[in-house]
């Protein structure tokens, strides 16, 4: 069916492993779009703890390989709710776009077994899903950048230049379990970077200390005192002082590094999740400054991801970066829990229609490819 548009269904999960975003969405043939409806799946307490043992790498095989499977069901399950909830049916969807679940991802290369290669895996098998909804669907987006070269990351820069355009220098600031950002302005071509933890070590800590899975709406961060002799330690993790293009995740800031900087950390649980909350503004401001102030100026900084709820977070960021607003996709009438699933939904009509989706000057691939593979 083609009135000029596609009915697309984005899914996504990021590195939080909180649970699946889902987003109903009309794609143009001009790349623009209108949100329909959005629907979030939490992952079952057993299923999260099971991903974040894979993510750690301390998965068999078979767990990886049934985790596959029960992921896709999931994903065809969120699908489902949504396509339910909206009144629309599966015929109306053309098709559906998911990032999956990534549990590995080492772009650079190793010597494996005598070849040298990159690598990543999204879990959440799209067979699986388009068996499940009867939909058309889209997937796999990573492996094909790091065929060509790239860093596989990050993607929503492709769908953050398509939304804001250049024409207003802004960086658009995701706070998801990792941190990153696309920096859009007339001055420089768009480039984009992972500025390190979002969620990712408030997550573990409020796990450790008060077993909640998150600082909601950062209350407790709020009821705590940033120690700022431990903030400067940790601000000396080399990772934030590397030039882009970089990315990172679970790879680094996972458990074991939670742990090992817990080490220094003040007794007061409340100032714990404070200074670490403050880690995730600190280097936000202190990464603007290093890598983006010096290519342009900007006018604005428009966050999103579940981060852009934390009151605490976006409050340090307002506090640090002083005049220059901070505004949340909101005030762009775009809903900032469903923009990272919004974005897949245009990378997937891109793929549907062989349309090339990467932008090479952020993930360092040679070339643009149409990435993303296909069970219909
Ligand atoms: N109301 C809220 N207050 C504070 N933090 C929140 C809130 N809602 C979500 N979050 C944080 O956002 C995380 C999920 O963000 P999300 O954008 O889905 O990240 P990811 O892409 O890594 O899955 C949660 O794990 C939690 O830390
Ligand atoms: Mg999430």
Redesign the pocket.
């Known amino acids: 069916m083609n009135n000029g548009y596609k009915t697309a269904i984005g899914m ?8 699946i ?1 889902a987003c109903l969405v009309k794609i143009y043939d001009d790349l623009k779009f209108e949100f329909i409806a959005g629907h979030a799946l939490d992952y079952p307490e057993e299923i999260r703890e099971k991903l974040l043992n894979i993510a750690n790498n301390n998965g068999k095989t078979e767990d990886i390989c049934y985790m596959d499977f029960a992921v896709g069901k999931l994903f065809a399950k969120c699908a489902n709710e949504l396509i339910e909830k909206t009144g629309i049916s599966q015929s109306g969807v053309d098709f559906i776009a998911s990032h999956g679940q990534t549990v590995f991802h080492h772009p650079t290369p190793v010597n494996c077994a005598g070849i040298s290669t990159g690598s990543t895996l999204q879990i959440g098998n799209i067979s699986v899903i388009a068996e499940n909804t009867g939909v058309t669907t889209v997937g796999n987006f990573r492996t094909r950048d790091i065929a060509a070269g790239g860093q596989g990351a990050p993607l929503v820069p492709f769908a953050d230049e398509l939304i804001f355009g250049r024409k207003i220098p802004r960086c658009i600031q ?5 941190a990153n950002v696309t920096v859009l302005s007339p001055e420089c071509k768009t480039f984009a970077f992972d500025t390190g933890p ?3 070590l ?2 573990y800590c ?1 796990k450790k200390y008060f077993d909640i ?6 209350r407790i961060a709020c009821s705590g005192v940033i120690d700022e002799d431990w903030l400067e330690m940790l601000l000396k993790e080399p990772y934030y002082a590397l030039n882009p293009p970089k990315t990172t995740g679970r790879e680094l800031f996972n458990d074991l590094y939670a742990e090992r900087i817990l080490q220094n950390a003040p007794l007061n649980k409340c100032d714990i999740i404070a200074t670490i909350s403050a880690l995730s503004a600190k280097t936000i401001f202190d990464a603007y400054n290093r890598f983006v102030l010096p290519k342009t100026g900007i006018k604005e900084i428009v966050i ?4 852009a ?3 605490f ?1 976006t409050g340090l960021l307002k506090k640090y970066f002083g005049h220059i607003p901070v505004k949340t996709h909101a005030d762009f009438n775009i809903n900032d ?1 469903f923009k ?1 699933a919004i974005s897949f939904a245009l990378l997937g009509y891109c793929t549907i229609n062989k349309i090339p989706n990467n932008l090479p000057i952020c993930t360092g691939a040679a070339k643009r490819v149409a990435m993303g593979e296909i069970a219909y």
């Not at 996504?12 to 649970?19: E, L, N, Q, R, V």
């Not at 999103?304 to 981060?307: D, R, V, Y």
């Open positions: 996504m999960s990021g590195t939080s492993a909180d649970g975003d995701n706070i998801g379990g990792i979002g969620n990712m408030i997550d409020m899975p998150y600082d909601k709406d950062g999103g991801g579940g981060g709820y934390n009151k977070l829990k990272e």
